[in-house]
């Protein structure tokens, strides 16, 4: 199973190697990780996707990650209502006498066309990593020539669902 | 006894404090040492080369004493003997390079059995770190997966709040090595004095926060699940040792009669010859400690991790035991054997909180009954040879001439669990073996910081022959010292264990497991100027073994042991402990 982990930790040098390091030892897939600076100085973000067997290597896992010195907080959003979003750049060959179906193609994707040369064109698009994957399938057939995706980063909503049993009205 | 301890007297607390009369400015190398001091530090087995050349300085005028071994991963294995004995950190000091590069298998061993270390590796400057410079190691890369944690020091003013924290960090929650590497413009570069109160700050580590004090439900839950049960049983670990929780352990056992067992490395948490001891379990336990597991209603782990040394195949572990899991490391709990009642805590507190619930104390009569009786059928056993000595004879020897009171420390292999088997672990922080790394060379040198740890106590290194050839050199030490270390090589001429295991599933296709060619040992200990004997009849055990073993001076004893004697009981690895063999004489 895809599970998102946000991990909080103290920007210092080497808890990026400290971090992975472990899922390597551990022996846990890194599907994409992203990095970068919250609103506190010295501390870091970083939001994993990992592939995981079962319950009992996810538990293995925030408990391993926790156990780290310079980690201050570990959290599996998978099941929260997050907002995940990944931002690509993709470079697509587009001769002038395709280029207008191409935008119109991609339109409901709302990419941004962030350069363009004589043959090609190169689309910015965010979201969640479904809808771009979705648009690399879309924008595929007329030959990609270079694609570089940033992967997922991720928040928890402010407001999450409450899980609320059904009541019987009777 | 008389151990030399000559540069001991040395110590003194009044002359330390003083940073001798400041002519000039201290530097980097003089706080570390004022901060070594601070923690109580009064000896360190170390190395010295290029890039501590600083710190070495600094020592010259401190009278904190260094051992000096003749090999890193000697001076790091004692270090692991001296904190088994003492319970707090060992500090290992060595340069860049091969020197914190000889440390990895020490720091590894000292991480997987929680032994506390401080490591202190100089490194090469700042300017030059990355740039591949003359004994340039990149220690902090190579040992971030082998360490609880490490610093490399990139200010000099840090020195005093990352010395404090390291400390506290090998020290609290579950213990393990921490790694200060220190480049050496920064050993020698002055401090600013504006800094030295940073010493007595408070310790912030957001991320370190160990829990210690158990949650009152958990207590509440394992303390009706002990009152319902018919069959419960305790295996204590070694997190019990580290808690010192020995008297509780005891208190506890007794007070709700409840029968316990060790793992390896927790022997000597409960007395050995206690009624409700029923020894060690695992690959090599009494076949009593394994069936006990298998037939237990609950299974209390007091401290002890699940090694798989320990459990065998882990889905046939315990079938019918609903387990409690006591262990201040939450990642233990659930990792190898699924728990019901998880109690992260101190076991000395757990074990504390436990004790104050009034609960109906089950009725274990049966249980109990049952136990002794496994106990009294199936005893480690052997087989006399009138024409050799056996291994096992010559632990029980040594358990009988010191009367159990010995600092024991053994290697890796047969003669280790002949050891576990044989000697009887009456006292706590006496026993000393690398359980979860199995490090060969690793007794000899740990029964050295064993004796410096504690000078009047006698203290027997049992060692293979071979394990005993992976770090001989510090026989040096034994005789600069006039270290009383009694070092027993049982000698098969083997790698035992290697062997065993060829014999048993290998078709006795030695390969490469036999040692034809060794060293006179006699010789080898004259060489070094301190004494050597050889016993090769059983009967000279009472003369020569018990004379060496009971003299007050170093000696070396080749006992030489029958070749093919195998290690029994045994759980053939990966299967479950119901597939133990050789419980029984044949």
Known sequence: ?170 | MTAKLSTNEKVDSSKAAQPAEQTKPRNGSDILIQALHDQGVDTIFGYPGGAVLNVYDALYKNPIRHILTRHEQGAIHAAEGYARVLNKPGVVLVTSGPGATNLVTGITDAMIDSIPLVVLTGQVATNVIGSDAFQEADVIGITTPITKHNYQVQNVNDIPRIVKEAFHIANSGRKGPVLIDFPKNISGAVFDESFAQNANEEIYLPGYQPNTKPNYLQIQKAMNEISNAKKPLILAGAGVLFAEAQEELTEFVEKFNIPVINTLLGLGSIHGDHQLNYGMAGMHGAAVANDAIQKADLLINIGARFDDRLTGDTKAFAPNATVVHIDIDPAEIGKNIPTDIPIVADAKEALKAMLKKDIQAPDTAAWVDFLNQKRDEFPYWYVEDENAILPQQVIEKVHTITNGDAIVSTDVGQHQMWAAQYYRHNHSHQWITSGGLGTMGFGFPAAIGAQFAKPDKKVVSIVGDAGFQMTLQEIGLLKEFNLPVKVVIVNNGALGMVRQWQELFYDQRYSQSLMPVQPDFVKLAEAYGIKGVRITKAEELDTVFADAINSDEPVIIDAQVKQLENVYPMVPAGKSLDAIVGVKKP
């Open chain 1, 1 to 170: 199973m895809k599970r998102v982990i946000n991990v909080t930790v103290i920007n210092q040098s080497g808890v990026l190697n400290r971090v992975t390091g472990l899922l390597m030892k551990r022996q846990f897939n890194i599907e994409s990780i992203t990095v970068g600076h919250t609103e506190q100085p010295n501390i870091s973000k970083m939001t994993f996707v990992v592939n995981i067997e079962d319950e009992t290597k996810l538990e293995q896992l925030v408990k391993q990650l926790s156990k780290q010195i310079d980690v201050i907080k570990v959290n599996d959003i998978t099941d929260n209502a997050i907002v995940l979003r990944e931002l690509a750049l993709v470079k697509v060959v587009s001769p002038a006498n395709l280029r207008l179906e191409m935008n119109a193609i991609v339109e409901p994707f709302r990419p941004q066309v962030i350069d363009t040369s004589k043959n090609v064109v190169t689309y910015q698009v965010v979201g969640n990593p479904e809808k771009i994957d979705a648009f690399i399938e879309l924008i595929r057939p007329y030959g990609i020539k270079e694609l570089t995706r940033t992967g997922v980063t991720a928040s928890v909503r402010e407001s999450q669902k409450i899980d609320t049993p059904q009541l019987s009205i009777l």
